[in-house]
């Protein structure tokens, strides 16, 4: 069998002219154009079996090559919008077929492009879109369309003696209307727009009642929108949202692929806590198929549960003291052979199987073991790096804590990526160079939706402070270093910080925005004892390889860790924990068989959005929040 010193030894004993050919083949600057000098050389000059060996291997190199995997974080933090660059090929290297044509009606957005429209003066169009207001005067009607692809719609203008007046005059053309007109671009004579849209036809497609319509032309509170979401998406400050978070989802994507990473699904229902904070949604069908009549709920049988387990701790007490009055025991005893009866007949009355105990029995629930909807996929993650080398995933997380701040959602979306055989630093740069990306993306894309939010929602130099985030360094500090700055402050704190409590927003926002003058500035090395168990202990056995990223405004954006590969560490750690190891067993094979080091961090999504919309409460940043009280929508 041929190696590959058999394939130099045939090229060196090739004419001059072929390794020329070979070596500015090898030379060129495309994968493709590399294959193609192959084929001419292949049809031009070889003459043998050998020579057709060489070729079929030098052209699996190229292709090989080809592929974004050996291109290892060099992380980009411009705002290029298209990845990948070249013509598309398929599986073999050749072009790709073109599809059928495939086009939707043209949006506001693509007419007025960057000059407002005046570049398409005269061109006949057709739209699309909703009547967010609709005024009639001296004979001319005049609607303001918008279709959500841009912040300012398109005035369309009814003249009297159009086709289209006696519509527009009815009274049927109203606010809230979805509305289909159709006519030629002209220069506007208002200084608001530099063109118009002069209508010859419009067909009403769906018609809105102004009497009852909720969105009339007005101010409306956010709280208010709330309570309206599905319509709220037709305003102003929610429109700019979806199109803003829908470029940062763009933006997510086009980094990490940019850069090598695996796109994976991770699950949402787990058997596990990620976190170890138990602030989960249980995932159960033994309610399933209850009688709705029945006195009996699922409350009543956990307050039971509860109860037997407090009578049975405080048997269990009597019992150990020793000297104890055997009356006053026996009549303890009695009690609790009581509470199990009512806890057994509550069970049984709901249908819920329970085990001797009492305790609810999982081993008949659906996936056989308590469930969860999930609060992190990293855990998963993890397992795909270990396989794959660096992966991402981005989807939705779940935390039942009963919080109704502005900073807190019940359903929210991560970003979550895993870096193969790296350690903490090389989380430090990823997160940096992403966080960068993301903020130069939009401001590339979404320069009229930022203005919007400058001017009625931040009220401050919004584009000129996210600039500065995507242009500067981030300052490096440890944990002790940021906590010696705080304890030195002469402001004053609600809360105290002291080492080993965590940092509030407070402390994080005063590091960022006055220590450091308004740059990011990353935080590593956190105790032990308030981070998670699957972080790397460091050698002074106090502190983990972990790290915040805080950025001014807001505090606290992005946070992430080394993990533990240490099989004996990470176990003892779980012990520490107060979790059960033999829930982590597959966790723990990961270190068993072809342990590295790994690292990886977690951004809430609906976090960065607040961030670069300058939204206060974050339930403004997800289309149809789910917080305490409220999944109506």
Known sequence: ????????????????????????????????????SIDRWVRTTAT????????????????????????????????????????????????????????????????KGRDGGASRIGETLELRGWARSVRTQKGMAFIDL??????????AVVSEGSGAWALANSGACATGAALRVKGRLVTSPGGKQAAELA??????????????????????????????????????????????????????????????????????????????AGEQFQVTTLLSGLDAGSATTPGAVQAAEVAVKAQGDAVKAMKAGGDVNKETLLEEVEKLKALKAELEALSASTGIPT????????????????SYLTVSGQLNGEIMACAVNDVYTFGPTFRAE?????????????????????????????????????????????DEDLAFFEANISKDNLRERLRNVASQEFVRITYTEAVEHIQKATKKFEFPCEWGSDLQSEHERYISEEVFKDRPVIVRDYPKDIKAFYMRL???????????????????????????????VLERRIEENGLEKEA?????????????????????????????????????????????GSAEF
């Open 1 to 36: 069998m041929e190696t590959i010193e058999t394939m130099e030894t045939i090229d060196r004993s090739r004419p001059v002219e072929t390794m020329e050919t070979m070596e500015t083949m090898e030379t060129r600057d495309h994968p493709r154009r590399r294959r193609r």
């Open 48 to 111: 043998s079996s050998d020579d057709a060996t060489m070729f079929a291997r030098a052209r699996a190199m190229t292709t090989a090559r080809a592929r974004p995997w050996g291109c290892r974080r060099r992380y980009s933090g411009g705002g290029v919008r298209a990845g990948g660059g070249g013509a598309r090929v398929d599986a073999h290297g050749a072009p790709a077929r073109a599809s059928a044509a495939y086009a939707r009606p043209e949006r506001i957005a693509g007419v």
């Open 584 to 628: 982590y067993w597959w966790y723990l094979d990961l270190r068993r068989y072809g342990s590295q080091p790994h690292a990886g961090f977690g951004l809430g999504f609906e976090r960065l959005v607040q961030y670069v919309t300058g939204v206060e409460n974050i339930r403004d940043a997800i289309p149809f929040p789910r917080y305490p």
């Open 146 to 155: 918008n279709d959500g692809s841009a912040m300012t719609g398109m005035q």
């Open 402 to 446: 009963n919080s109704n701040t502005s900073r807190h959602l019940a359903e929210f979306w991560m970003v979550e990526p895993e870096l193969a055989f790296a350690d903490l630093k090389d989380d430090m740069d990823c997160a940096e160079a992403y966080l960068k990306y993301c903020l130069n993306h939009v401001l590339e894309h979404c």
């Open 355 to 370: 085990n001797k105990d009492g305790s609810v029995d999982y081993t008949q629930d659906f996936f056989g073991k308590r």
């Open 199 to 276: 209508v010859d036809e419009l067909e009403i497609i769906g018609g809105a009642d102004p009497e009852t319509y909720p969105l009339q032309k007005k101010r409306h509170t956010l709280e208010y929108l709330r309570s309206i979401a599905h319509l709220r998406p037709r305003t102003n400050t929610i429109g700019a949202v979806a199109r803003v978070r829908n470029e940062l989802a763009y933006a997510t994507h086009n980094f990490f692929q940019q850069n090598g990473f695996l796109y994976v699904h991770t699950p949402i229902i787990t058997a596990s806590d990620c976190e170890g």
């Open 538 to 568: 460091n050698d002074d056995n106090k502190t983990v390889a972990a790290m915040d990223v805080l950025v001014p405004r807001v505090g606290e954006l992005m946070g992430g860790s080394q993990r533990e590969e240490r099989l004996d």
